[in-house]
């Protein structure tokens, strides 16, 4: 069987790196989470106080940052220069920030080498917001995921109690609903559904329904 690229995106919180994992391991392929690579170099520079509308000095920074993902038993670890960041890039401080940092076009095509470059062999399920339409626009298989902020707010909300964190819905929507809109409006390879993406939406789904629709197209198409 071919070993195929397979792009995820859509905006914050709709569920891309539940199901891209579930996708990746039922096709033994790599995950690639491209929103860990914005989040790792955007935890360096608060560390660094760093100004986010500093172009320069965050390309810099992401020169001198390797950021690693690895596949472990305990499940997907982001390593920054060798310090594990796994826990501390998901937090509050780092998830308002990262849009500001992602925004500079500087920035994206680092990254974005990066990510073709270990998509390059193939065998990848790679999850963003510019996957379809720019890092991977020849990916066999493209899914653009949505669903309601209203939705959206609620599962990361129920994901933080259920891991005892601190939450509140109405602050969740709104800062979903910020960081969308920084996503979709930037210049470079802003939030988009690639023309050719197949469209889900998943407010009334379950992962599993997700998974089997994309896994219908996958089997189709390898
Ligand atoms: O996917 P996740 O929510 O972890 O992404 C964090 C942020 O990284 C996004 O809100 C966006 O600003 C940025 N990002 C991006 N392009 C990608 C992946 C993420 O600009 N391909």
């Known amino acids: ?57 965050l390309i810099s920074l992401l020169k001198d940052t390797y950021i690693e993902l690895r596949t472990s038993p305990k499940g997907q670890l982001v390593l920054v220069n060798g310090e594990d960041v796994t826990n501390i890039i998901r937090g509050e401080e780092v998830t308002n920030a990262v849009s500001l940092v992602a925004k500079h076009p500087l920035v994206r095509e680092e990254m974005v080498a990066r990510q073709r470059s270990l998509a390059k062999n193939g065998g990848v399920v790679m999850d963003g917001r510019d996957i379809g339409t720019h890092v991977l626009p020849n990916a066999e298989v493209k899914i653009f995921l949505k669903a309601s902020v209203e939705e959206r707010a609620k599962r990361r909300h129920a994901e933080n109690i ?15 609903a910020r ?44």
Do not use: C, W
Request: no cysteine; aromatic share 4%; charged share 35%.
């Open 1 to 57: 069987r071919k070993r195929i690229n397979i792009a995820i995106d859509g905006p914050a919180a709709a569920g891309k790196s539940t199901v891209a994992k579930m996708i990746a391991k039922r096709l033994s392929y790599i995950y690639i989470d491209t929103g860990a690579m914005y989040r790792a170099l955007t935890y360096r520079a608060l560390q660094q106080g760093i100004a986010l509308d500093d172009e320069q000095a």
């Open 162 to 176: 259920a891991r005892g964190f601190p939450s509140d819905l109405e602050t969740l929507k709104e800062e979903i």
């Open 179 to 222: 960081r969308d809109r920084i996503d979709s409006e930037r210049e470079v390879a802003p939030l988009k559904k690639a023309e050719d993406a197949v469209e889900i939406d998943t407010t009334s789904l379950s992962v599993e329904e997700v998974v089997e629709r994309i896994m219908e197209i996958v089997n189709e198409r390898i």
